[in-house]
T-cell receptor, first 116, second 118 residues
Framework: ETGVTQTPRHLVMGMTNKKSLKCEQH?????MYWYKQSAKKPLELMFV???????ENNSVPSRFSPECPNSSHLFLHLHTLQPEDSALYLC???????????????FGPGTRLTVL | AQKITQTQPGMFVQEKEAVTLDCTYD???????LFWYKQPSSGEMIFLIY??????QNATEGRYSLNFQKARKSANLVISASQLGDSAMYFC???????????????FGGGTRLMVKP
């Protein structure tokens, strides 16, 4: 499935760096998501954007800052991260048609982030 | 309490045989959707199959089928004729349909690692 792309695929950064993760969906969907997948923990939802508006911030620290300039692009800006933020960050998109429980989320390949 | 439970951290299956991956869920909603995803070592989460709470028949997609037992709140994934490329992590997930679902929440289980033996 190449409908959702993410760049970079791998990122190593220091705790004082600022970097951004990019996600682009080519499926014409109206909702986009950021998830965090840490070792030995279930996938955790971080942010949700419906029609470019943020509708969910799942108690995520402010060192993670999302941006959704349009319905096809989603960014995650990173600054002053901690080593425990090292994880696989997955982007997803879906077409929300009102009956949420039927709408499938399609994922990108992820960005594997290492914070030194 | 966990909403999605996958009790098998790892499983082996012989190539060409069928395998069942277990998933139980917990919800008080009448409307909900159940999803299975495959995650190979490359990291991408690949959608496999969907079952809605109101669907009377078990979902099927090629070699994948979902054994949906609503009263027992289980949604087991059955993979028939296993192939070496099926080796991966498999995640069960649920979306609940309560009216305040503005967050589009998809809740995942802890996953099962499937290893197919040649």
């Amino acid at each position: 499935e190449t409908g959702v792309t993410q760049t970079p695929r791998h990122l190593v950064m220091g705790m004082t760096n600022k970097k951004s993760l990019k996600c682009e969906q080519h499926l014409g969907h109206n909702a986009m998501y950021w998830y965090k997948q840490s070792a030995k923990k279930p996938l955790e939802l971080m942010f949700v954007y419906n029609f470019k508006e943020q509708t969910e911030n799942n108690s995520v620290p402010s060192r993670f800052s999302p941006e959704c300039p349009n319905s096809s692009h989603l960014f995650l800006h990173l600054h002053t991260l901690q080593p425990e933020d090292s994880a696989l960050y997955l982007c997803a998109s879906s077409q929300e048609v009102g009956q949420g429980f039927t709408d499938t989320q399609y994922f990108g390949p992820g960005t594997r982030l290492t914070v030194l | 309490a966990q909403k999605i439970t996958q009790t098998q951290p790892g499983m082996f299956v012989q190539e060409k045989e069928a395998v069942t991956l277990d998933c139980t869920y917990d919800t008080s909603d009448q409307s909900y959707g159940l999803f299975w995803y495959k995650q190979p070592s490359s990291g991408e989460m690949i959608f496999l199959i969907y079952q809605g709470s109101y669907d009377e028949q078990n979902a099927t997609e090629g070699r994948y089928s979902l054994n949906f037992q609503k009263a027992r709140k289980s949604a087991n994934l059955v993979i028939s004729a296993s192939q070496l490329g099926d080796s991966a992590m498999y995640f069960c997930a649920m979306r609940e349909g309560h009216s305040n679902n503005a967050g589009n929440m998809l809740t995942f289980g802890g996953g099962t690692r499937l290893m197919v033996k040649p």
